[in-house]
């Protein structure tokens, strides 16, 4: 069984331990997303899974593509192309204390995904699921109508 994902993959940085972010110096790397982090779930579980997005074409891009590369997910059908990758910062909750989460997506490569981008036909071609979440076409309206155009191929 073939497995495609598709929504943003993004940057998290979070402060080491279980500081706040008011206390933190340094933050901790590492990327992830919904749809990314299902697609790295069904790798370990030895499914052949696809990851698609797009991604700046910049060391921050290529680091994101790597470590989705090296946890076993497929990185064919990843677009290359914007001017950022999208962020967020994560607040490790503590105790009672919620975590928290900051977002800063807004322009990002995915954000500004337009019709066309992806060619479905070919993504498709050998697949037999398809995943994404409501998250997905809610980041812009360019992902929206992409999102739509993946449906109307599936």
Known sequence: ????????????LAPPGFQRFTQARTFEATYGGGEA?????????GEAVEFVTRLPKNELGDAAFSSLRGLGVGTNHIS???????????????????????????????ATIQPGTM???????DADWFHWTGITPAVSQGAAEVCREAILCS
Not at 1 to 12: A, D, H, Y
Not at 119 to 125: R, T
Request: aromatic share 14%; hydrophobic share 45%; no cysteine.
């Open 80 to 110: 290359r192309g914007g001017e950022r990758i999208g962020i967020y910062f994560l607040e490790a909750g503590a105790a009672q204390r919620a975590s928290k989460v900051i977002y800063d997506r807004a322009g990002s490569s995915f």
């Open 1 to 12: 069984m073939k497995i495609v994902t598709f929504g943003e993959i993004m940057l998290r």
């Open 37 to 45: 982090n299902v697609a790295v779930s069904l790798a370990n579980y």
């Open 119 to 125: 060619d479905w036909k070919s993504i498709f071609a």
